[in-house]
T-cell receptor, first 114, second 115 residues
Framework: GESVGLHLPTLSVQEGDNSIINCAYSNSASDYFIWYKQESGKGPQFIIDIRSNMDKRQGQRVTVLLNKTVKHLSLQIAATQPGDSAVYFCAENLSSGSARQLTFGSGTQLTVLP | GAVVSQHPSRVICKSGTSVKIECRSLDFQATTMFWYRQFPKKSLMLMATSNEGSKATYEQGVEKDKFLINHASLTLSTLTVTSAHPEDSSFYIC???????????FGSGTQLSVL
């Protein structure tokens, strides 16, 4: 949601543990949500998405949970690996007439400890 | 997945010069492209939305005469930072969406440093 300008929260996890990254979105009318991973100096990389008519979706080692009641999104990474260290952004996609605009959350810096 | 190529990845220029950044969709036609700016350890800030064949739509606070956007074909959008100043130094990222699609595919970003 409206979090541009905030400093990144951080999360440190031990290699092999599960990671949970949380995101609060702002617009109850948003109907599509995406998680992106961004490594230093690179563009965001798509991880997983979910539509507002679902509350859970699973991918390879990742699960996204959507709670529309409290406007909360989470990304769960199973068996976190060193290569998972990156900044993770949630994004909400809102349809407004003919336009679809993506709004990014503030991001979370995930650090995987050996 | 779809590939978006952004070039250059890094550019250093003198204050007062103009810099052009290219964003290409390599294996799909992108009717809409977006340009973002990102400061260190911050989120992506949408600068403008670029639709092929029409004028770009700029977000509030973004100077359209400063950041010129051209989307002349379905596979190419360019962002020109005119008369660059040190405060324009930032990481610029483009993304592209296929016609009728929802997913955005991102370029690898351009680190602009203005001396």
């Amino acid at each position: 949601g409206e979090s541009v300008g905030l400093h990144l929260p951080t999360l440190s996890v031990q290699e092999g543990d599960n990671s949970i990254i949380n995101c609060a979105y702002s617009n109850s009318a948003s109907d599509y949500f995406i998680w992106y991973k961004q490594e230093s100096g690179k563009g965001p990389q798509f991880i997983i998405d979910i539509r507002s008519n679902m509350d859970k979706r699973q991918g390879q080692r990742v699960t996204v949970l959507l709670n529309k009641t409290v406007k909360h999104l989470s990304l769960q990474i199973a068996a976190t690996q060193p290569g998972d260290s990156a900044v993770y952004f949630c994004a909400e996609n809102l349809s407004s007439g003919s336009a679809r605009q993506l709004t990014f959350g503030s991001g979370t810096q995930l650090t995987v400890l050996p | 997945g779809a590939v978006v190529s952004q070039h250059p990845s890094r550019v250093i220029c003198k204050s007062g010069t103009s810099v052009k950044i290219e964003c290409r969709s390599l294996d799909f036609q992108a009717t809409t492209m977006f340009w973002y700016r990102q400061f260190p350890k911050k989120s992506l800030m949408l600068m403008a939305t670029s639709n092929e064949g029409s004028k770009a739509t700029y977000e509030q606070g973004v100077e359209k005469d400063k950041f010129l956007i051209n989307h002349a074909s379905l596979t190419l959008s360019t962002l020109t930072v005119t008369s660059a100043h040190p405060e324009d130094s930032s990481f610029y990222i483009c993304s592209a969406r296929e016609a009728g699609g929802e997913k955005l595919f991102f370029g690898s970003g351009t680190q602009l440093s203005v001396l």
